[in-house]
């Protein structure tokens, strides 16, 4: 663990090491487990767009609605972010998209005739902003 309590996993999905962070989980560590600002590994690969890295931190046990200290969730950031194939994920796994920050704002996933679209800003804001992006890993 480093200064910040951030786990090995933490840090080797972070750094897209999916061999170590298997590796890592088969010896028992907590793919949900928060570092001292309360954000997991979830909450890092979300924020890049690392659909594979998000898909396989759920399927060992990551929480898509983990709030770090100030309220931001995985899909807060993969939205922010513009990461509409990660944030579409993490809603089919659990993630509130209504969920909101300490600050009242919110960046989240609205379903409207089968389409899906990221709306940023604060609660009243209903307007998306951003092209989805997208990475590799």
């Given at each position: 663990?480093?200064?910040?309590w951030?786990?090995?996993?933490?840090?080797?999905?972070?750094?897209?090491?999916?061999?170590?962070?298997?590796?890592?989980?088969?010896?028992?560590?907590?793919?949900?487990?928060?570092?001292?600002?309360?954000?997991?590994?979830?909450?890092?690969?979300?924020?890049?767009?690392?659909?594979?890295?998000?898909?396989?931190?759920?399927?060992?046990?990551?929480?898509?609605?983990?709030?770090?200290?100030?309220?931001?969730?995985?899909?807060?950031?993969?939205?922010?972010?513009?990461?509409?194939?990660?944030?579409?994920?993490?809603?089919?796994?659990?993630?509130?998209?209504?969920?909101q920050?300490?600050?009242?704002?919110?960046?989240?996933i609205?379903?409207?005739?089968?389409?899906?679209?990221?709306?940023?800003?604060?609660?009243?804001?209903?307007?998306?902003?951003?092209?989805?992006?997208?990475?590799?890993?």
């Amino acid at each position: 663990m480093d200064r910040r309590w951030r786990t090995p996993l933490y840090q080797a999905a972070e750094r897209g090491h999916l061999d170590l962070a298997r590796f890592l989980i088969e010896q028992g560590t907590n793919a949900a487990a928060q570092d001292q600002d309360g954000r997991t590994p979830l909450h890092e690969t979300s924020s890049g767009g690392h659909l594979n890295r998000a898909r396989f931190l759920i399927e060992h046990g990551a929480n898509a609605a983990a709030q770090d200290e100030g309220g931001s969730t995985p899909l807060h950031l993969a939205s922010r972010d513009g990461h509409l194939d990660v944030a579409r994920f993490l809603v089919e796994h659990g993630a509130n998209a209504e969920a909101q920050d300490q600050r009242g704002s919110h960046r989240s996933i609205r379903h409207r005739n089968g389409v899906i679209s990221i709306l940023h800003g604060s609660s009243s804001s209903t307007a998306p902003t951003q092209q989805p992006r997208t990475r590799a890993g």
